[in-house]
């Protein structure tokens, strides 16, 4: 009885849990400047982020549409003020105020959340495609795969199929090493041919005390319109922002 009682007290007088809301949100940086192929898909991207802010109370986000807003707001000074930085699917060398301070700006405890065509920027800065650890090399035509979960403790896919099928344009790699990334979803065989392999879809790195967080998948609006993409995203910006 006494036992009873004094369990009973103490679970009465445990504080709350806090909620991630109880933290100040962080601010995003949500860049969707290409210079090179530009997606028709960059809205969708740019609104599940915006929304995965509000309905998770963790992050706001800020936006870089122009060359102008992206410039300002890479400044070091303007960098300050955010907890990490969203490529939503941008292509070639991007106007940032300093590319270097952008690269030790993430090492110093910043998130880089890379969607679809993050892997398709900055080609002529390799210190880039090694923090986000891959480069675009090619891709065949729009595809239906079989996708493997890597991880399925991880945050970007603890809710998704052990195995799953996706049709959507499906990217491959080079100046990637699986040694410097921790997959979180691939292939196990070509996404053209078929032929037996390791085709990886996404991943996550830790890079100085950043963290990075990139996902190939993206290129189809109706693929990012799926409850399963938006929780792996949603985990993923979570995750790199230490929020989770
Ligand atoms: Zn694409």
Do not use: C, N
Not at 22 to 43: C, D, F, M, N, Q
Not at 108 to 116: S, Y
Not at 212 to 223: Q, S
């Amino acid at each position: 009885m006494l036992t009873s009682t004094f369990l009973f007290s103490l679970a009465f007088a445990a504080p709350p849990a806090p909620s991630p809301a109880a933290k100040p949100p962080a601010r995003l940086l949500v860049v969707t400047v290409t210079k090179g192929y530009r997606h028709e898909s960059i809205p969708d991207l740019d609104t599940l982020v915006a929304d995965l802010g509000r309905e998770t109370g963790a992050f706001e986000v800020d936006e870089a549409r122009t060359d102008e807003e992206l410039l300002a707001r890479t400044a070091p000074d303007a960098l300050a003020g955010y907890g990490g930085i969203v490529l939503a699917s941008t292509t070639g060398d991007l106007p940032v105020a300093d590319r270097e301070a952008l690269l030790r700006w993430v090492e110093a405890g910043h998130a880089l959340i890379g969607l679809h065509a993050a892997t398709d920027t900055f080609h002529g800065f390799p210190p880039f495609l090694d923090l986000i650890g891959g480069e675009f090399a090619r891709h065949g035509p729009q595809a239906k795969v079989h996708v493997i979960v890597g991880d399925p403790a991880h945050p970007a896919t603890r809710t998704l199929e052990a195995a799953f099928d996706v049709f959507d344009e499906i990217y491959q790699f080079k100046r990637f090493d699986p040694a410097r990334v921790h997959v979180l979803l691939g292939l196990d065989a070509h996404p053209e041919t078929g032929a037996p392999g390791t085709f990886p879809l996404a991943w996550t790195r830790e890079a100085g005390r950043g963290r990075v967080f990139y996902t190939a998948l993206g290129h189809r609006p109706d693929v990012i319109a799926t409850p399963w993409y938006r929780q792996h995203v949603r985990g993923g910006i979570l995750w790199a922002l230490r929020r989770e």
